[in-house]
């Protein structure tokens, strides 16, 4: 369960899982107790009795007891992925295609200094390094990966939306599509001196799903900065497309006019398409999208429209054939 050696990181700033776990909880607990406090203090009826308020305590029958499963769940009560599964079995091609040896091979990879340039059509092309992008204000969200190779984790991320980038950047009414660019370094980088695949690595958006308030520049997961083998030190999280659409240690983001042709398009335009949302009903060529194996579970679980997003983002798609645009 001990993280890795991370190179940029004080030992002081690491927190293992369990303590990440037991500290969110006893977080709960504290707000519970200061809300029960306030409305004591209140007199809220109901709340504290009489309005004689002692102070809460954890064994007050008022407060709800910390409790194992309410710690890191996805919006369904999933339970986190953890850290170990979530840094121990990567897709990251620009270093080997064996999802069980990214992280060692990734480890020393060097992450300072790091600048994602962002241009193309836009009135502002600024240049941001990890800070800039931290400051905009980190957050917290609990999101389902779901590979397109039907395995998937639940992944307690930090990062930053993407529309406060864009913002910043203020996309001219030309841009339609946002385009990724990661990481170029075949010397360093032992995937990328296979010709297999188009170097580097290129994904795309349309701008309004970039827009979306569920896409987010990564930045770390569990409370710590992103490890290398997750895409240190920024990369492209949207939940209810196909892991793929991710891209991990971005460069360089453009607003563009033109559908941005990704690395797995111009691989197998057949097998992968622009969209890439998840869906149950559209089957890979070679294999069935109907369920999926949840990391650390036995069973499969039944594959959900758009990932289980499909409230937040089924009206992006509203009219269009999912089976043509897949
Ligand atoms: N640059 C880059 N980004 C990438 C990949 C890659 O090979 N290179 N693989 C993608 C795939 S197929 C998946 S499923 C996710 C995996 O993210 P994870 O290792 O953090 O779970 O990253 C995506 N982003
Ligand atoms: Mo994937």
């Known amino acids: 369960m001990k993280p890795r050696n991370y190179p940029h990181i ?19 607990g504290a707000g519970a107790i200061a809300m029960a406090a306030l409305l004591a203090a209140c007199g809220v009826p109901g709340a504290g ?12 029958p008022d407060i709800p007891a910390p409790q194992a499963g ?9 339970p986190a992925n953890t850290w170990d599964e979530i840094t121990h079995y990567n897709n990251f091609f620009e270093f080997t295609t064996d999802k069980t040896k990214v992280a060692k091979l990734a480890q020393d990879y060097p992450t300072e200094p790091w600048k994602v340039e962002v241009g193309g059509l836009v009135e502002n092309p600024r ?9 905009m204000g980190e957050e917290e969200r ?3 990966l779901r590979c397109v190779e039907a395995w998937s984790m639940v992944i ?15 996309p001219l009414s030309k841009a339609k599509y946002v385009r990724f660019q990661a990481i170029f370094d075949p010397d360093r980088l032992p995937g990328q001196q296979s010709p297999v695949y188009q170097w580097p690595y290129i994904e795309g958006l349309r701008l309004d799903e970039a827009m979306h308030d569920l896409t987010l520049l990564g930045t770390g997961l569990y409370g710590k900065p992103m490890p290398m083998q997750n895409g240190a030190p920024v990369r492209l999280i949207v939940p209810w497309k196909y892991g793929f659409k991710s891209i991990k ?31 149950p009903e559209v089957n890979h060529p070679r294999w069935s999208q109907r369920t999926e ?19 937040q983002v089924a009206h992006l798609y509203a009219g269009m054939d999912l089976r043509k645009n897949f």
């Open 127 to 135: 240049t941001f390094d990890l800070d800039d992008l931290r400051k």
């Open 142 to 144: 609990i999101y389902r």
């Open 10 to 28: 004080p030992s002081s700033e690491i927190t293992p899982e369990h303590l990440y776990r037991s500290r969110r909880r006893f977080m709960k």
């Open 70 to 78: 309410n710690a890191l769940t996805d919006e369904f009560g999933a």
């Open 49 to 60: 009795g009489s309005g004689a308020s002692s102070d809460p305590s954890p064994t007050d």
């Open 156 to 170: 307690p991320w930090l990062g930053v939306p993407l529309a406060k980038l864009l913002k910043a950047v203020q």
């Open 249 to 279: 240690s971005i460069v360089k983001i453009d607003l563009v006019e033109e559908m941005p042709i990704s690395l797995w398009m111009a691989a197998a335009p057949n097998e992968y398409g622009f969209y890439a949302n998840v869906n």
């Open 293 to 311: 194996r949840r990391i650390g579970e036995r069973k499969r679980r039944e594959t959900l429209m758009f990932n289980g997003y499909a409230e």
